[in-house]
């Protein structure tokens, strides 16, 4: 689909900024940083439209947002291909050593059996480690 058509499908206004920033993210593949996106976005990028953006597309569910560790925060497109998702059905892998984020898609959340009452909005799985790259090379470090 292209980002005018998952706008379209989600019925979500389409914007530039929300068209530039779904084609950044479609771009390339695994999530990506704001940094990444606003190289991606070039001229469109602007910081508070960017943040009220990705609010948007992940209450929509368009975009899933992933903390990798305390200060590195990466976004990517949730798939549109089997209807509308507002949870993450996958874990992640953080590399501690490139810090490069990966979706695991193989790898699935399970459903949590939360207590009478209690509602599960949000809920994700970071795995963090050495990634298999990282893993062949002579120099890895225990961080």
């Known amino acids: 689909m292209t980002a005018s058509e998952i706008l379209d499908h989600h019925k979500v206004k ?6 530039a920033l779904l084609h950044a993210l479609q771009e390339v593949s695994g999530p990506q940083s704001e940094g990444e996106i606003k190289d991606l976005m070039g001229e469109l990028y602007d910081r508070a439209t960017f943040y009220r953006s990705v609010q948007t597309l992940t209450h929509a569910g368009i975009i899933h947002r992933i903390v990798a ?18 949870q993450v059905d996958h874990a992640h892998f953080y590399c501690r050593k490139c ?8 790898i699935k959340v399970q459903a949590l059996n939360l ?3 209690f509602v599960d909005e949000e809920h994700d799985l970071v795995i963090r480690g050495i990634c298999n790259q990282c893993s062949d090379s002579p120099t890895v470090e225990n961080e």
């Open 115 to 117: 207590p009478a009452g």
């Open 99 to 106: 810090h490069n984020l990966f979706c695991l898609k193989s």
């Open 14 to 19: 389409k914007t530039a900024p929300r068209i």
């Open 69 to 86: 560790d305390n200060v590195m925060v990466k976004y990517a497109l949730n798939n549109c291909e089997n209807g509308h998702h507002h």
